[in-house]
């Protein structure tokens, strides 16, 4: 059992972060004290479909092309411990070389990156309320034979939720000023080996307003960020029957407002797998909702609730379409008013929808 103190020690260090990034940046350094590692990899995550997103730490790793075939192998190759596999794993946190019987070679990942790299071995966690991923982690050690032990694991996975919760809380929505730029949507095409090939002006806009981070250079005279990357690769996921769901992902631009990043495989000539279509464009309300209800801790049935009211739905129209009654419906929205700390319905749809940087 890990001393609950070493818990206390790093989240004592995040309580004054003012964004991801210093949360990531204080936690890392603070862990590091009592879990040892060489290099780290600290991103946030769409909680929706769990891909990468703004902002990701990489502390002491190589270029944005390593960055680049890491998260190419978790999502195309069969990998030991892959992220979409812990998410929902009684356990939110394993160590590489525990997990393969000290034979780290049995992943891909490792083969085809880590182990070029001088990496020993890799301790990932996904930082999750529930099955909810709002952020993961991969720390690494280079030393050999440093193994990481079943303390510092457990460490990490208590830290799981706790982390999340911060996490969540600092992707809370707030008003930016002025007006939305570049609203057309940007597309990308992507040939059946990921290269970039084509890129349209809207894009070209749309992604000079997303944060620094790794990227990846382009034929197109352009470096690619990473998440646009993650997308365009869930994308060739999904059309070879290795991922589900959909190839999606939301990332807060510079200015605060939020951007909708998602792709699909074309079929080419014979039915055979053809380019990688990825649409860049601003977010509406509806694309950013899961964001903003889990900022605010928002069940599922309660921003439901939400929705509707945004909608003008009197009370009475809510209980009929969701059959429940007029008082179930009312004790949520004093739930909602309470964790969105608004009083009226009105200002429920300004902090929840209006605040999203769209108007």
Known sequence: MTDPRRHTEVMSATERAADALELFTRASARLRRLVPFDAAVWTATDPETGLVTAPMLVENLGSGEGCAAYWESELLEENVLA????????????????????????????????????VDDELRAVLRIGERPWGVVSLFRTRPGAAFGPDEVALLARLSG???????????????????????????????????TSINEEARRHLARLPDGPSVPSALGLRLPIWVVGTALQARAISRGRERGSARTRIRAVDGRWLTCHASCLTGPGGRPGPVALVIEPATPADVAVIAAGAYGLTPRELEIAQLVARGLPTAEIAATLFISSHTVRGHLKTVFGKTGVSSRGELVARLFAELGQG
Request: proline letters at 10%.
């Open 83 to 118: 992220f979409r596999d812990l998410a929902r794993a009684p356990v939110p946190a394993a160590g590489l070389r525990a997990a393969t019987g000290d034979l780290p070679a049995r992943s891909a990942r490792y083969r085809r990156v880590l182990g070029s790299q001088g």
């Open 162 to 196: 706790p982390l999340a919760d911060r996490l969540r809380r600092l992707a809370r929505p707030y008003e930016p000023g002025g007006a939305a730029v570049g609203a057309a949507p940007g597309l990308l095409l992507f040939d059946e080996y990921g290269e970039a």
